[in-house]
């Protein structure tokens, strides 16, 4: 094939384009610390999930340890079932419990594992039984109104028989 | 009923079909050539330097200006709810979702697009085209194809330069101008965007973005009436249309990439 002066900078248009592809890939999305990390499956059942989402950031002592994979609706249970997916390099002990927590006040919704004592370690495929569901405003709120109320049934009794 | 006829009404029809029709058999001997196109690089190769080198300066002083507005608009809405740290992932996934793409291929329409509908309608005015059909050269597979494959390669290329250039325009008007931390800029940004879900489907829509502009282009030029005035419309044509079904083709896309 012919060779022509604009080879060069075909070629340079060519690279740079590529170039911002890769950065767009690599700084803006993080490509590499995403694929390069082996993770394990571990699956969790909460009465309430909240707003969590999938790829919600699973943390412990506030460093992120994983994320959560998927959330389904086990109907066997009527709870739901989630799917966390932590880095391998990280281990904890069997009995670790899961709380569903909440950053800053309007923030996200994440999970954090507190440790157990136990000395064997999850493995993949393991459940974790010891789950604390989302704090939901609307139950704090209903909560709060029926111990009121019954506060003040009891004190009107209490006058009642005096 | 004497101003109505059926009959023009008939043949408004026919004729809008007759259009369609030769559109589509265009883009599709566009596509067979592909391999054509190819195996003569030379041609396909002097087309992306016209069509993408020249553009680039456009492409990425834009990128720059549209990159640096977002970051000062996000950082105004986002600093009323202390989460002025976000606007790094606010102006990357505005800008690689759809920003980028769009602005680029509205760009592209109007600086290599209108070129080609001109190029070509001068061409046919000029009857260089019929002249080509009778030494036996196709127009289609000489002129026509290189062009489209050049475009469809210099689109995404200019949508990802747009976008990267706009992402460093958002930190320069964010980190040193704002002063919002270095870290939590890119990390904001990290957790937000996804490589397949953004920075893939955004390619995909400029790849798309980039056929319609093309094509549309072409078409105009190649069926422009063989006179200035002819040319001169259709050059307005490509712009308005190139225009209009990239937005029409962003709001689908959209709908069908992130909508979930």
């Known amino acids: 094939m012919e060779r022509s002066r604009n080879d060069v900078w075909v070629g340079l248009f060519v690279l740079v384009g590529l170039a911002a592809v890769l950065f767009l890939a690599l700084k803006s999305a993080n490509l590499l610390s995403l ?18 989402k999938p790829k919600a950031a699973v943390k412990s002592a506030g460093v992120v340890v994983g994320r959560v994979e998927t959330i389904m609706f086990d109907d066997k249970a009527f709870q739901a079932r989630v799917t966390l997916a932590l880095e391998s390099r990280y281990a904890f002990p069997k009995d670790s419990s899961l709380k569903i927590l909440t950053s800053g006040l309007l923030g996200e919704q994440y999970i954090g594992i507190e440790a157990g004592a136990d000395e064997k370690l999850l493995a993949a495929g393991d459940q974790v039984t010891a789950t604390q569901s989302a704090v939901v405003l609307e139950n704090l709120i209903g909560q709060f109104l029926f111990s009121k109320a019954a506060e003040g049934n009891g004190a009107q009794e209490a006058g009642g028989k005096k | 009923m004497s101003w109505y006829k059926p009959a023009d009404t008939g043949y408004a029809t026919r004729r809008l079909l007759a259009g369609w029709g030769h559109g589509a058999r265009l883009l599709l001997r566009l596509f067979v050539l592909f391999g054509a196109s190819f195996r003569r690089f030379g041609l396909v190769r002097d087309q992306i330097f016209f069509l993408g080198n020249y553009s680039l300066a456009i492409i990425s002083v834009s990128g720059l200006f549209v990159g640096f507005v977002l970051g000062l608009q996000g950082y105004n809405t986002l600093q009323r709810y202390g989460s002025a740290e976000a606007v790094g992932l606010l102006v990357t996934l505005s800008l690689v979702r759809e920003l980028g793409p769009v602005l680029t291929a509205l760009l592209f329409a109007g600086r290599a697009g209108a070129s080609l509908t001109a190029e070509i309608g001068l061409m046919r005015s000029g009857e260089q085209l019929s002249a080509m059909e009778m030494m036996a050269v196709d127009p289609v597979r000489r002129i026509l194809a290189p062009r489209f494959w050049a475009g469809v390669i210099a689109m995404p290329l200019l949508a990802a330069v747009f976008s990267a250039v706009g992402v460093v325009g958002g930190y320069v008007v964010a980190v040193p101008m704002i002063g919002i931390d270095s870290g939590a800029f890119w990390s904001q940004m990290q957790g937000g965007v996804d490589v397949w879900n953004d920075v893939g489907n955004g390619v995909i829509k400029s790849v798309v973005f980039g056929i319609a502009v093309t094509f549309i282009a072409l078409l105009q030029g190649y069926e422009a009436q063989p006179t200035p005035e002819g040319v001169s419309q259709a050059t307005t044509r490509t712009v308005v249309m190139a ?13 069908l990439m992130f909508s979930l």
Do not use: M, P
């Open chain 2, 243 to 255: 225009s209009l079904s990239v937005l029409g083709l962003d709001v689908i896309l959209t709908l």
């Open chain 1, 35 to 52: 694929n390069l990390q082996s993770d394990y499956r571990v699956t969790a059942k909460f009465d309430n999930i909240g707003g969590l």
